[in-house]
């Protein structure tokens, strides 16, 4: 038998509270082993504990233990220990006991050992951001300097840089003490080059950082050997960046050392220093320093300048302060410099001229202007493209994409040049083995999501590359890729039109000889773009080809809803009713497929509600068809003229028929709100996704507004198009808006000017129309459906909590409860893509719950509900929250504790958690009167159970 490794330390690391401090305590337990090796694998799983249960309390216990094992340990544990506070540097500010912390730290920089001083140098500058002020470490960092140990030194100059970033005192202090050492003939050559960094980060006052340029100024000519002038030019960069108010300075000092220094290291370094310069501050350059940078560039020969010095100028052009308008004249310098490079045999100068010109090119044409040689830069996009696709080589796919982009991003600019450029890709798409046909099928797909008509002309060619793909026994991935891209092109381009017979059985021809992955990526592509009867072509052969019953499950929600949205979309015999009644049957059983394919870890709640919604919608739809039917078969009643008297209602003349459409309103609106509520708990969804539940929520609106003019008095409909919140709408949604915008031009025949207030046949022909067009229109899956590209989640841990869970907790009368809220904000591998979380906001309500043995309490007071709201601004993701509750009577109260977020546009998104806790108060005792002799039960004498009968006269008795 095979020896397996044991270890005694818990990776899956459970819950929080309770099994966080099991797993504490398990490393705790090797961090006080007598074996190295059990208390070393100890420290290094505590950044793992930190990441998962980022907690005050649980930090700063773990880190005073660390603190205790540097103190008592050899050097290897101190090395490891310094490497966990380098690894959590975003949990250090959650230290509570940093004074402890740092006198444990402390005690080791008295060693004799220089290692261990070197080491203990370098924690301290690994926490620099919790302890900044600290004089004693300001101190012996200092004294270190001065050490004979180049371990010692090269350890204090790591701290002194370090805490010069944090600290204003110490960079202050550290200035003169700095300049001495560089300037004194006793420091060495390369101990100066250390020393040289720490000045880039003087800038905390405007003398300090004047001080210390004027010194790097004066050590420009005192060391010009290559090493000195790149470090001190380097340094003066980064302190101009950060202070913004040397740039001009500095930018002329660059350009100096870019045109005399002969060195080629020297010159490149310069460029990267205007590089830097040129995001931040492109605002405050000098008058003539770009013109001077461009007739330098135009006058070198070496890719080395050129390249660096290109790249240089498209983040100025970049930059709305640089006037790229000012250059629609091919005269002008900077056109003359792309020009003559755009047909460079270098595929990197070629493209990065390119992407000049085209920046220069889409300003002017934002601006309205008619910029001179358009054609000139059309043409030379053009062959660079051409040149790149019959390259091969990583390279020149990394520079075919930046082509391509200067395309799609021409093609935005002015949509006439679509067709141009999907001429020149599609002459490219007939080569099946080429690492460049995923990325022209990316870029024509980008072109088809502004003008998918542009695409039609390629469709033969695209189904003939399909069909050639598909009759390989052995695809390669590339080529497999490639089939998925096309497919994709067809759903695009095909998003406006019917589907002939020819291009239908290529599809299913690719669907048949392709893997399983490959045709659930198809299939989602197909419902993203409302064809979905090819995703029920595919996910019905899917759906038993998984080893997953959750997977099984899965494949079978999106089988029906696929099935449900193309009997809705089908031409056929079947009248409206009976098809809408078909879909709500077929989303039923998605939605019932769905809470199957839900596991804990995947709840799929967002699925889950967005399908009952849509189906909640085909219902209201199918019931206002039943509505509009009851005005030819349920005749107003006799007393409907009494009936208009009383409730001076006109509309109540015609019966049965009023009432319902108003409940058909309401329905309506309940569905619009339901969208509304979905879409504020989607943060993470992508802006597709939520353009796409805003018009659904326009849909419904829409319909509420038909009914309510039909069965309302006084109620008009909207006239001009519909807003949707983006006036350059994704192709995904395109349909839906033409869908809208048709059904409001029905709808302004429903109440013509001067007519009466009725109901009437032609009304309701109208709004079965209205309902026959929302329901044909294709209906697009959106993405957030299937991808979660951003992943933003948040975790509460609330304070007291019971002993044991379920239980209550326990209140005394006329007291308060002060409950603590603490959250740690997660995210995935993309944080913040499309929106990230500025504040949150903690809501806390308290209502007090039936008793049992109190059933006369008035329902009114169980009606009151105290609710406490408190925003907070996370610090590197965490936050925390304070609220004292008072029970102004006895019972049973249920606290619930919600966390929504608001980003940086003040949005709110009622992103939750939610968490709830049981307060017990004890019901305050009645006071019970005592029959005593002597005294009449008629007085005002109420004595207490545990009173005494002889109360001393002016004393008094508090209860």
């Not at 199918?622 to 509505?627: G, K, R, S």
């Not at 309490?857 to 509900?865: F, G, N, S, Y």
Request: glycine share 4%; charged share 20%; with cysteine.
């Amino acid at each position: 038998m095979l020896g397996v490794r044991v270890t005694s330390f818990n990776e899956n690391l459970g819950e929080p509270e309770q099994d966080a401090n099991s797993a504490l305590t398990e490393l705790d337990k090797g961090l006080r082993s007598g074996k190295v090796g059990e208390q070393c694998e100890a420290i290094v799983r505590f950044p793992k504990l930190f990441e998962k249960y980022p907690f005050p309390i649980l930090i700063n216990a773990s880190l005073l233990k660390l603190a205790d094992v540097f103190r008592m340990g050899n050097n290897f544990l101190r090395l490891c220990v310094l490497r966990v506070c380098q690894q959590s540097e975003k949990h250090l500010d959650k230290i509570s006991n940093v004074d402890e912390f740092v006198r444990r730290i402390y005690s080791v920089i008295h060693s004799n050992d220089p290692v261990a001083r070197a080491v203990t140098l370098r924690t301290f500058g690994a926490v620099a951001a919790i302890i900044p002020e600290r004089q004693q470490i300001h101190h012996s960092i200092r004294r270190s300097l001065d050490s004979h140990d180049n371990v010692e030194v090269d350890a204090a100059i790591f701290a002194a840089i370090l805490f010069a970033a944090q600290s204003k005192t110490f960079a202050v202090s550290m200035c003169n003490k700095v300049s001495d050492m560089i300037q004194g003939q006793a420091t060495a050559a390369n101990m100066k080059l250390q020393l040289i960094p720490i000045l880039q980060y003087m800038h905390h006052d405007t003398s300090t950082a004047a001080m210390v340029r004027t010194l790097c100024l004066d050590l420009l000519p005192s060391y010009p050997a290559q090493d000195f002038v790149l470090v001190i030019l380097n340094t003066l960069t980064k302190l101009a960046a950060a202070t913004l108010v040397n740039i001009s300075s500095q930018v002329t000092l660059l350009l100096k050392y870019l045109k005399t220094d002969p060195r080629w290291e020297v010159k490149s370094k310069t460029l990267q220093h205007l590089y830097e310069l040129a995001k931040p501050g492109s605002h405050l350059w000098p008058p003539g320093a770009v013109d001077d940078l461009i007739d330098y560039v135009l006058s070198t020969k070496r890719n080395k300048i050129l390249m660096p010095g290109l790249c240089v100028l498209q983040v100025l052009m970049e930059s709305p302060s640089m006037l790229c308008f000012q250059h629609k004249s091919s005269s002008t310098k900077l056109r003359k410099l792309c020009g003559k490079h755009a047909y460079s045999p270098y595929a990197s100068i070629a493209a990065q001229s390119i992407q000049i010109l085209s920046q220069i090119l889409c300003v002017c044409f934002c601006e309205n202007l008619q910029p001179d040689g358009t054609e000139e830069v059309i043409t030379s996009l053009e062959t660079l493209i051409l040149f790149l696709t019959c390259s091969e080589g990583q390279i020149h796919r990394k520079h075919l994409k930046v082509a391509l982009k200067c395309a799609v991003r021409l093609c935005e600019a002015k949509p006439e040049y679509c067709d141009t450029f999907v001429d020149l890709m599609g002459c490219k798409l007939d080569n099946i083995d080429g690492d460049y046909t995923i990325a022209i099928c990316e870029a024509l797909g980008a072109i088809g999501g502004l003008k998918p008509e542009s695409l039609l002309p390629q469709l033969q060619t695209v189904i003939n590359l399909l069909n050639s793909i598909s009759k390989l026994e052995h695809p390669s991935k590339t080529q497999i890729s490639t089939k998925i891209m096309l497919c994709t092109l067809i759903f695009q381009l095909l998003s406006c039109f019917q589907w002939n017979e020819e291009t239908q059985n290529a599809m299913f021809a690719s669907v048949d000889s392709n893997d399983l992955w490959s045709n659930y990526c198809i299939g989602r592509a197909a419902v993203r773009y409302g064809h979905h009867h090819i995703g029920t072509h595919i996910f019905k052969h899917l759906t038993e080809q998984v080893s997953s019953e959750h997977f099984h499950f899965w494949l079978a929600c999106l089988k029906e809803m696929s099935e449900a949205e193309s009997i809705l979309y089908k031409d056929d015999s079947s009248t409206l009713v009976t098809r809408l009644d078909k879909a709500i049957i077929h989303y039923n059983k998605a939605i019932a497929a769905l809470k199957a394919a839900s596991t804990p870890s995947h709840n799929l709640s967002f699925q889950a509600e967005y399908m009952r919604i849509r189906s909640e919608f085909l219902q209201c739809l199918a019931q206002l068809i039943y509505t509009c039917n009851i005005l030819c078969i349920v005749p107003p009643p006799a007393i409907a003229a009494t009936i208009v008297q009383n409730t001076r209602d006109e509309h109540q003349r015609y019966g049965y028929i009023t009432n319902q459409m108003r409940k058909c309103v309401k329905e309506f609106k309940n569905c619009g709100d339901l969208h509304w509520k979905l879409y504020q708990t989607a943060f993470d969804a992508d802006p597709v996704t939520l353009e796409n539940m805003q018009i659904l929520q326009q849909m419904c609106v829409l319909m509420e507004q038909c009914l309510e003019t039909v069965c309302t008095s006084g109620s008009k409909m909207r006239e001009g198009p519909m807003e949707f919140g983006s006036k350059n709408l994704n192709l995904d949604s395109r349909q839906l808006v033409k869908a809208c915008e048709t059904a409001l031009k029905a709808a302004q025949n429903l109440l013509p000017d001067g007519a009466a207030s009725t109901i009437t046949h032609k009304q309701v022909e109208i709004l079965k129309k209205i309902v026959e067009i929302l329901v044909n229109a294709s209906f697009p899956v959106p993405r957030f459906f299937f991808q979660i590209l951003q992943s933003t989640s948040v975790k509460l841990a609330i304070s007291p909590q019971p002993r044991v869970m379920g239980e209550f907790i326990s209140v005394q009368a006329g007291s308060q409860l002060a409950v603590k809220v603490e959250g740690v904000i997660q995210h995935g591998m993309k944080a913040g893509l499309f929106r990230r979380i500025e504040q949150v906001v903690i809501c806390v309500t308290s209502q007090l719950q039936s008793p049992a043995k109190n059933k006369d309490i008035d329902p009114k007071v169980l009606e009151q509900v105290s609710m406490l709201t408190q925003t907070v601004t996370p610090h590197k993701d965490f936050f925390s929250a304070q609220f004292l509750l008072a029970f102004p009577r006895g019972g049973q109260y249920l606290l619930a504790i919600e966390a929504s977020v608001v980003d940086e546009q003040s949005n709110m998104w009622k992103t939750g958690p939610k968490s709830s806790l049981t307060v017990k108060v004890p019901e305050e005792q009645k006071l019970m009167p005592i029959s005593v002799p002597g005294i009449s039960t008629n007085s005002n004498v109420i004595l207490m159970p545990e009173d005494s009968l002889f109360v001393k006269p002016h004393q008094k008795k508090f209860v």
